[in-house]
C-alpha cells in the first residue's frame, strides 16, 4: 500500500508559476510509476503528466506540454509537478497517483493509490 499526500496549491495569477509535491509513504517508491491527474469543476478527470519508475521517461498531456515538468526523487519518494504559465483553464483540483509499471499508465483506472487532492485556482 501507498499513502500519498499532495501539497504546493493554490491560487495564483495567469501567467505564473506554481510547484506541486507529493510525499509518498508505505510501499518502495520506485516500485511505482507516478502521475499528475486534475479534475475542473463539471468535468472527467484528465492525466496531465506521468513519470516512470526511474524517471527517465516522461509523457505530458497536449494541454501543458511545454508549461509543466514533472519529475521525481527516489531517494525522498517524492514527486513533483512544476507549473508555469499557468492558465485559467489550468484550474482544477491536482491529485498524485501511483501506477505500477505493469500497467497501462495511460488508463486512469490503471492508477492504484491516490492522494486526496490540492486546489489550484489561476485568475486571469
Known amino acids: 500500500q501507498v499513502k500519498l499526500v499532495e501539497s504546493g496549491g493554490g491560487m495564483v495569477q495567469a501567467g505564473g508559476s506554481l510547484r506541486l509535491s507529493c510525499a509518498a509513504s508505505?510501499?518502495?517508491?520506485?516500485?511505482?510509476?507516478m502521475g499528475w491527474i486534475r479534475q475542473a469543476p463539471g468535468k472527467e478527470r484528465e492525466l496531465v503528466a506521468h513519470?516512470?519508475?526511474?524517471?527517465?521517461?516522461?509523457h505530458y498531456a497536449d494541454s501543458v506540454k511545454g508549461r509543466f515538468t514533472i519529475s521525481r526523487f527516489n531517494m525522498n519518494n517524492t514527486q513533483y509537478l512544476q507549473m508555469n504559465s499557468l492558465k485559467q483553464e489550468d484550474t482544477a483540483v491536482y491529485y498524485c497517483?501511483?501506477?505500477?509499471?505493469?500497467?497501462?499508465?495511460?488508463?486512469?483506472?490503471?492508477?492504484?493509490?491516490w492522494g486526496q487532492g490540492t486546489q489550484v485556482s489561476v485568475s486571469s
Open positions: 497517483a501511483a501506477v505500477r509499471p505493469t500497467k497501462t499508465w495511460a488508463s486512469l483506472a490503471s492508477y492504484e493509490y
Open positions: 513519470i516512470d519508475t526511474s524517471g527517465g521517461t516522461t
Open positions: 508505505g510501499d518502495t517508491f520506485s516500485n511505482y510509476g
